[in-house]
């Protein structure tokens, strides 16, 4: 597939080699009602919904978290807290394009979500998401109906692929496979088919959105205070830690690590209100945006960042 020359249409310039990040970041600004892209210069270059926008009428509110679609074209978010998901047009005047669940409604029967986490909109035009109270992962297509699940409602047990236990992420993969984290304690390798390849325990009992890296480990973050960020094996095995235990690098409930090109490791440290980004080698944060346990809306400031994906 040919990728959407994204920054052409958005009107942004290249990110010069060596930059830090290196490229333009896109967080989903919880409790802020917001997704920004910052430039690696700190200046917030798009943003949606714009002042006034959808959010002031209280139709968007909450993103936990913002991906880049498959084709480049579009976002997708999930308002984990108001039961819905939702693509945006990745345009100068972006747009809801698509919307799925009902506003503050919880329920399991078709067209309703209970908590949902880490929606992704995948090449095939499908949206999955993980649907953390019904404890289950969903595929939906354009028309709204479920054509694919993995787990069930009103079953929330440790038993995959029969049942799940409140799956808060759901990684594509590539191949068309799922990486699920379970809170609780585990992540789960599962193919096209849906079959199980692996189930791992975690080193914390609330994982957040594993993340598969090109060496089959795993990348995951620990929603925890003190949090850590954890790369382990298939096997269970810690092979990198970072989780200082007080003092100016430690974190609170990072839900989401990404490693980035230039090998660090970006972090969303929720409750300290920041997105960090960690040298891998040194452990050091080498890069933030936000105040450390400030919460705030003006540029510098965020407040409960929950997602973040670098514009590819």
């Known amino acids: 597939m040919q990728r959407d020359p994204i920054l052409g249409r958005l009107g942004l310039p290249p990110v010069a080699n060596g930059s830090t990040p290196p490229g333009y970041l896109m967080?989903?600004?919880?409790?802020?009602?917001?997704?920004?892209?910052?430039?690696?210069?700190?200046?917030?270059?798009?943003?949606?919904?714009?002042?006034?926008?959808?959010?002031?009428?209280?139709?968007?509110t909450q993103p936990d978290d913002a991906f880049v679609s498959a084709d480049g074209r579009d976002i997708s978010t999930n308002q984990e807290f108001a039961e819905t998901i939702a693509v945006i047009s990745l345009t100068r005047h972006p747009r809801i394009v698509w919307q799925y669940g009902h506003y503050d409604a919880q329920a399991s029967t078709p067209g309703y979500l209970a908590h949902p986490d880490d929606a992704y909109a995948l090449a095939n035009g499908q949206i999955q998401v993980a649907d953390i109270i019904n404890c289950r992962v969903l595929w939906l297509n354009h028309a709204k109906r479920i054509v694919r699940s993995i787990g069930r409602p009103g079953d929330c047990n440790h038993h995959p692929p029969f049942s799940l236990s409140d799956p808060n992420g759901d990684t594509p993969l590539p191949g068309g496979g799922v990486l699920?984290?379970?809170?609780?304690?585990?992540?789960?390798?599962?193919?096209?088919?849906?079959?199980?390849?692996?189930?791992?325990?975690?080193?914390?009992?609330?994982?957040?959105?594993?993340?598969?890296?090109?060496?089959?480990?795993?990348?995951?973050?620990?929603?925890?205070?003190?949090?850590?960020?954890?790369?382990?094996?298939?096997?269970?095995?810690?092979?990198?830690?970072?989780?200082?235990?007080?003092?100016?690098?430690?974190?609170?409930?990072?839900?989401?690590a990404l490693a980035l090109p230039n090998g660090t490791i970006a972090a969303t440290d929720d409750w300290h209100h920041r997105v960090v980004l960690i040298n891998r080698a040194s452990k050091k944060i080498v890069w933030q945006y936000g105040h450390d346990g400030v919460p705030g809306s003006t540029p510098g400031y965020l407040n409960k960042p929950d997602g973040l994906d670098l514009l590819p």
């Open 27 to 60: 967080i989903a600004d919880r409790d802020n009602n917001r997704v920004i892209v910052l430039s690696p210069a700190k200046r917030i270059v798009w943003r949606f919904p714009a002042a006034g926008g959808a959010a002031a009428a209280g139709t968007f």
């Open 180 to 256: 699920v984290t379970e809170i609780g304690g585990w992540v789960d390798r599962f193919d096209r088919l849906g079959h199980l390849m692996w189930s791992v325990r975690t080193p914390t009992t609330y994982p957040s959105d594993a993340q598969l890296l090109p060496s089959g480990n795993i990348l995951v973050a620990g929603y925890n205070t003190p949090g850590r960020v954890d790369i382990i094996n298939p096997h269970g095995r810690v092979l990198w830690t970072y989780g200082p235990p007080s003092g100016p690098g430690a974190l609170a409930r990072p839900s989401l």
